[in-house]
């Protein structure tokens, strides 16, 4: 299977602005569909921001909309998720996932769907 790696995470003042990256290391092809997940402390995991090609249709979270916008190159294949506006209820691990197929409707935003995914990546912010 696929390795996925995020990088960027860090610590930041509420208001302050992160840009997370996930890029596949190894095997590698065209994903049909990535998203980006996060895990609080005592929380579930639950979903943040997805992205499908081709026709690129992105979903949000309504917790994250109008401050989180993510998007995706493939030169290589990586995925973004530019934070602005962050709040301490943003904390967490941020894991990266992606699946060969375009997901469609609530799919998009379960985890189980998803067969590659990254080890995380920690975001704090701060009060």
């Known amino acids: 299977q696929v390795q996925l790696v995020e990088s960027g995470g860090g610590l930041v003042q509420a208001g302050g602005s992160l840009r997370l990256s996930c890029a596949p290391s190894g095997r590698t092809f065209s994903y049909g569909t990535m998203a980006w997940f996060r895990q609080a402390p005592g929380k579930e995991r639950e979903f943040v921001a997805g992205i499908t090609r081709p026709g690129d249709r992105i979903y949000y979270a309504g917790s994250v909309k109008g401050r989180f916008t993510i998007s995706r190159d493939n030169a290589p294949n990586t995925m973004y998720l530019q934070m602005n506006s962050l709040k301490p209820e943003d904390t967490g691990v941020y894991f990266c996932?992606?699946?060969?197929?375009?997901?469609?409707?609530?799919?998009?935003?379960?985890?189980?769907?998803?067969?590659?995914w990254g080890q995380g990546t920690q975001v704090t912010v701060s009060s």
């Open positions: 996932a992606a699946d060969p197929h375009q997901l469609l409707g609530g799919l998009l935003g379960r985890s189980s769907e998803y067969d590659d």
